[in-house]
């Protein structure tokens, strides 16, 4: 969605400094699929998306800077683009560095569970506070299996789903938050906690 947004907002100025005919469409072309490529990878990579969204304005500015017609008289537009960049840039910096409020974590993140068990998402409700926000999935097992082997199977699974030490980092660097996965037993079933943790601020 971020590299959406700055990939309209960036346009107009691109239009206005671009040299006019083939190159204009070639580096709309290059602004375009670094916002395509950046969004599939932030989808398919979450623990940088934040960092691929930070990045998203700079890299644009960096592909402006390099393909724009520098005989062109107006580069006014360029340098006002370069200016809300500085600015934006500024403005983000204390909001990356103070603390970050937790988010419900999504169930998706210990699904789909192996095959034969079966999930129950949302059991129970969840609950979000200031430090800790929580989501809880409850696990059934195949017909026999045993309660112990169940909660030994579904530890396997979120320790391949990199929860083998309970907790990891949301992110790479600027999301310094935790989502914690831990697997007890409640009744016949087992009963996944997901937690998603506050990130403290430098």
């Not at 696990?139 to 396997?156: F, H, K």
């Amino acid at each position: 969605m971020v590299q959406l947004i700055v990939f309209v907002g960036v346009l107009p100025f691109w239009w206005l400094v671009a040299r006019p005919g083939r190159d204009r469409w070639a580096g709309l072309g290059v602004l375009g699929g670094w916002a395509a490529g950046s969004a599939v990878l932030a989808a398919a990579y979450p623990r940088v998306s934040w960092e691929l969204a930070f990045a998203a304005l700079p890299v644009s500015v960096l592909i402006v800077a390099r393909l724009r017609d520098p005989e062109r008289p107006r580069s006014w537009p360029f340098r006002v683009l370069v200016v809300l960049t500085v600015v934006l840039g500024l403005v983000s910096v204390p909001l990356l560095l103070s603390e970050q409020n937790p988010a419900e974590p999504p169930a998706g993140v210990v699904l789909p569970l192996p095959e034969g068990l079966v999930a129950t998402e949302g059991y129970g409700g969840g609950d979000c506070g200031t430090d800790v926000c929580s989501t809880f999935v409850a696990v059934g097992g195949r017909p026999g299996q045993t309660p112990d082997d169940l909660l030994a199977e579904t530890r396997r699974h979120l320790s391949g789903r990199g929860f083998a030490e309970e907790c990891r980092r949301t992110g790479l660097l600027l999301d310094r938050r935790e989502l914690c996965a831990l697997a007890t037993m409640h009744e016949d079933q087992v009963l996944i906690r997901l937690q998603s943790v506050r990130g403290e601020g430098f």
